[in-house]
């Protein structure tokens, strides 16, 4: 039997075992300011447009220096997450400052390259200056069960990337069931991934609760059968700080209170941040204008 098939087969009880998801998530209360602050703290700032170029991340970067200076009692965010042409970027921009520099790496979105490449894209983001790679599954090879394929290629990956840290994006909108969901975040967590990611935010469904629900109770099972703590990164399609607290409000309950730091909790999202300043905003009775 093949690595990856014994791997699922090993987890196959505790996937029977998941508490279903809930009727609600309860949010109600949640949204104190010293709540939004940690969210915020969370945000993988994202900018992946066709149109970035070197000076709007530049100034995207500049922003983010400029909030320091101008919102000192708020903490900074845990990334900022671009295009793997801008590491540079980021490393000149964002030096002084105590931010991750993260970047999408491997054929991102779609995945569809070949692995020399996927492995020289990662190795020449993290030279220039990432200190996390995001990288998509070959979201095809898995829905056709081809389990070792994907487990290898994350592996490889990486084999590579030293002490940087590599955030795997499951696609969990095209991967169908949850049992699909939960044998894919298996396969990355044991191929090496210290976060999993559900979305590229490249395609709908992006993140959703139900995903979430199924990556926090797999991400517990994996650490009791193996002590190791993977972070979680729901991402895509997040917007407004009611989205953000339906996932706070699941990884505290699921995987507890220690998973509240942005060592093991992002949040990616482009739209995130404004409103959720907004809305701290007018919690203080500030004024508040579009920031980033
Ligand atoms: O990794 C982050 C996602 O690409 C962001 O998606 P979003 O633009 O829907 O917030």
Redesign the pocket.
Known sequence: MEQSEQLLEKYEKDFQAMPEFPESIDIKGLDTEDNLKRIFSFI?L?T?NTTDSANSVQEFCDKLVSFKKDFPDMPLVGAV?VYPVFASVLKTRLGSLNVNRAVVSAGFPSSQTFLDLKVLETKKALDMGANEI?IVISVGEFLEGNHEFVMQEISTIKSVMGEAHLKVILETGALDSPQNIWEASIIAMEAGADFI?T????MNP?ATPEAVWVMVHAIKAFQKATGKTIGLKP?????TTDDALVYLKIVNDVLGEEWLTSERFRI?????ANNLLADLAEKQGKPFEKYF
């Open positions: 993988d994202t992946l997450c995001d990611k979305s590229t935010g490249k992006a991402a895509g399609g997040i917007s990616g999202a482009s739209r995130l």
